[in-house]
């Protein structure tokens, strides 16, 4: 139970270290956010509980493709705002595209024979 504490705590302390730091400089706030911080304290998690190597081979490779479907979001969701569209009908696009373009990598990733 201590240990899903300090997870919750460590991972908590991120955000509002990223949020904190993005009130004052939004670019070194982004440049923190874009860390594999998340993953990598995962695949910490992840060794900490299970030992096991393939377990965190199969998170990184996935974490790999997963993370490129999601990067036009962080494209689309500044243009939208630029163009004078609301954040939160900015925000829902950008995730609705991220959906779409997951489900399009599983498919595409499928017919190469790597099932995410």
Do not use: C, D, Q
């Not at 919750?8 to 911080?37: F, Q």
């Amino acid at each position: 139970m201590i240990w899903y504490g300090v997870k919750i705590l460590v991972s908590a302390m991120i955000i509002v270290i990223i949020s904190e730091v993005s009130k004052r400089l939004p670019l070194l706030g982004s440049l923190i956010a874009s860390l594999p911080l998340v993953s990598v304290l995962g695949m910490i998690w992840l060794y900490g509980e299970t030992k096991s190597i393939e377990k965190i081979a199969t998170h990184s490779e996935g974490t790999f493709w997963y993370v490129l479907p999601s990067l036009p979001m962080f494209l689309l969701l500044p243009w939208m705002l630029r163009k004078g569209i609301n954040f939160p009908i900015s925000l829902a696009s950008g995730i609705a595209l991220t959906g779409l373009l997951y489900l399009l990598m599983t498919k595409i990733l499928a017919k190469f024979g790597m099932n995410l």
